[in-house]
């Protein structure tokens, strides 16, 4: 078998994934209101795809042609394939969300009400709405030689209408567009008086579709169909021609909004000759066209479970728990002096972590705290206690990395507020994303100075802390904290890298240690000796490190991976990778984790990581992968990481040879096991 049929599609990988996201929107075992959040979920995921990886495919397809990509195919033949997948998912969405999740909430009272099932009270209420909502604040623009095409927004909502007749100038009707405010929901909540005591719904397409005749007065309406527009996302930045990153990237956050055209979604009602037109005005194909049968961004209908008061529809609420020995009024560099601390988020609090900034801000012998932000949303707590440390006059150096995909914007915003507090605030190094999760606190210390880390698999955000399983370590020990200091020495300073004592760095050093471990239990199995990797991961991409366990599974090495979303490499064919074992494993949480396992010869080494085991994380992102030495510790990630999710066969997906996934099922007399439940379950505050 050769290399390139050795790995799988990356862009069709993904397309899996997001296919066993709608398998819990159809799973019936799933609360109803969360089935339509997981459906929204698939086409939030589906956007991304399209603005990044089918943008990226696209521009390989014209710079690189006859270049084949890492699974051997060209990428005209990728986009094909890749192309037809994403059809096959976006049709099996409205399908399943017309004929089997509308009548499923309407059986439950809750009513999305189409324009002709409207009653007189409910239409005056729309009526009204349009008055004094929309109609303020509509632009209808009518295309002729004075009035070309907009520039759309990407992913905006937009109506092309089609008129006959001639306007008060006397110009003949032709086409217009009118574009739908960003400002406005695109789901309204009627009053429950209009729907007799039940949760009501309309769209606002249906209301502007009702009322668009009054933006054109005196005029034929022909038709009005909603269309969406869909645009390449990527950021790029020239090294070359960039004086101010900061300034750049606000530039760049402008242009995005009208990249190249790579989808267009239409109302399936919409006639032939009008989406050819609209598809002539994007320079997109028939094959970059989908027809849908329903709103054309079934992303906003996130909202709709929070609009409803039905706590038997939803999943039951989880209270995170903490510490016995984080309760207690004793300062947290307090206990963290004495012993690590691990935390695994949700199922424990993340607020020990943002006491701990605070608790740092407020300690008068705390004189410097070191902080990288990747993503950390439009409230933070962990900033704001970063601002009042820097207000107090103590040495705040703050990381933050303007590139991060889709949270620039917030953390251009925070960078500015940070520098105006006197925070020292870096941008990293251009060309290598700060993808780190850490934290270096230095206190006075009988006069001495002692250093304190946090060094996390998530991102220091409080939102998704609450959704994403990671794990964060709270540590003094002097190796690592020292490791810390060194990392960010090279971010913010200039030199060449220098040695760490425990902790693995991208992009120097994690992937040859990886390697390195991965043979090293290759070795021990040719010995005869017991080999075992674990390992859980986001995505699995990097070609290296798929060679490098296949060559171990060959050795007869057993491999375990539980990896989320993207997987290229091929489990289970006879071979090439007999000893290999792939699950991914979906459910009310998102695994997020990164978490490392090698048998070392009966000394089994555990490590937590910032990295998936990708390219770009492993060549052009700083990252650490930190090692979890204590044995109750390391005995609680095996556990939880590994122990329970190979054991889950409620929420768990067995991958197969060509890239395909099945359910794991729980055997006749086999009890039950989901992961996610029984942690829930183990670490509910009581």
């Known amino acids: 078998m050769s290399e390139s049929t050795t790995l799988l599609c990356r862009e069709l990988s993904l397309l899996q994934f997001n296919r066993r996201v709608l398998a819990q929107a159809q799973d019936v075992r799933v609360p109803l209101l969360e089935r339509l959040r997981f459906l929204c979920i698939v086409s939030s995921n589906l956007d991304e795809f399209f603005e990044v990886r089918m943008a990226w495919l696209r521009r390989t397809c014209v710079l690189q042609p006859h270049t084949a990509l890492a699974n051997g195919e060209l990428p005209a033949a990728v986009i094909h394939h890749v192309a037809a997948e994403a059809h096959h998912i976006i049709s099996e969405q409205y399908r399943l969300f017309n ?55 990407n992913k905006s909502l937009n ?73 390449d996302s990527d950021l790029s930045v020239d090294e070359e021609d960039v004086k101010n990153l900061r300034t750049a990237i606000v530039g760049e956050l402008r242009d995005r909004q009208y990249g190249s055209a790579v989808r267009l979604e239409v109302a399936d009602n919409c006639p032939e000759h009008v989406y050819d037109f609209l598809l002539g005005q994007f320079q997109l194909s028939r094959a970059e066209l989908y027809r849908v049968q329903g709103p054309v961004n079934l992303v906003r209908l996130m909202a709709v479970p929070d609009m409803v008061d039905r706590p038997d529809l939803k999943f039951t609420p989880h209270s995170p728990s903490t510490p016995q020995l984080l309760r207690k009024n004793r300062p947290l560099l307090d206990v963290v002096r004495q012993q690590d601390v691990l935390l695994h988020h949700p199922y424990q609090s993340f607020e020990p972590t943002v006491r701990l900034i605070q608790q740092a801000a407020r300690d008068p012998d705390v004189v410097a705290i070191k902080m990288t932000i990747y993503r950390t949303g439009s409230n933070s707590d ?39 507090v006197g925070a020292h605030v870096v941008y990293g190094v251009f060309g290598y ?22 060094l996390g698999t998530g991102n220091y955000h409080q939102g998704t802390s609450r959704l994403y399983t990671d794990f964060g370590l709270m540590t003094a020990d002097e190796a690592i904290t020292a490791d810390v200091n060194t990392v960010f020495m090279e971010i913010t300073g200039l030199g060449q890298p220098n040695r760490l004592h425990k902790i693995a760095q991208s992009p120097f050093t994690l992937h040859k240690m990886l390697l390195a471990s991965i043979e090293h239990e290759t070795a021990a199995a040719k010995a005869g000796k017991p080999a075992r990797i674990m390992a859980k991961m986001n995505s699995l991409v990097e070609p290296s490190i798929v060679a490098a366990l296949y060559e171990a599974s060959a050795a007869g090495v057993q491999i ?26 979906i459910g009310r949480l998102l695994e997020h984790a990164r978490v490392f396992y090698f048998e070392n010869h009966g000394h089994s080494k555990v490590w937590i990581s910032s990295a998936d085991w990708m390219g770009r994380n492993l060549f052009r992102r700083v990252e650490t992968c930190v090692p979890v030495e204590n044995p109750p510790l390391k005995a609680r990630i095996i556990r939880e990481a590994f122990t329970l999710a190979l054991a889950d066969n409620q929420r768990a997906w067995l991958m197969q040879p060509d890239g395909s996934y099945v359910r794991a099922e729980a055997q006749d007399n086999t009890a039950k096991i989901n992961l996610q439940d029984t942690l829930l379950h183990e670490y509910e505050q009581h």
Not at 563 to 583: E, F
């Open 560 to 585: 375990d991976l539980v990896v989320r979303g993207i997987c290229v490499l091929r489990p289970g064919v006879p071979g090439l990778s007999d000893n290999i074992r792939v699950r991914s494993i």
């Open 433 to 454: 994303k700060i993808h780190a999760k850490m934290v270096l606190i230095v206190r006075r210390e009988e006069g001495q100075l002692k250093r304190y880390a946090h």
């Open 382 to 420: 962990l900033v704001a206690a970063l601002m009042a440390a820097a207000s107090a006059g103590k040495q705040v150096t703050v990381v933050v990395e303007l590139m991060a995909r889709f949270d620039e914007e917030n953390n251009v915003n925070w960078a500015s507020k940070l520098e105006a």
């Open 99 to 153: 004929q089997e999740l509308i009548p499923a909430l309407r059986e439950e009272g809750i009513y999305f009400y189409p324009r002709r099932t409207w009653s007189e009270a409910q239409q005056q209420w729309v009526a009204d709405y349009f008055s004094r909502e929309l109609l303020p604040i509509l632009t209808p623009i009518g295309l002729d030689p004075s009035h070309p095409f907009p520039r759309l927004l």
């Open 159 to 231: 109506f092309v209408v089609e008129l006959e007749g001639k306007d008060a100038f006397g110009r003949t009707g032709g086409m217009a567009i009118v574009q739908a405010p960003r400002i406005l929901p695109r789901v309204l909540k009627l009053p429950a008086a209009l729907c007799d005591g039940h949760d009501g719904f309309v769209f606002l397409s249906s209301i502007l579709h009702a009322h668009v005749h009054t933006l054109f007065t005196g005029m034929t309406i022909k038709g009005c169909y909603q269309f969406r527009l869909t645009r």
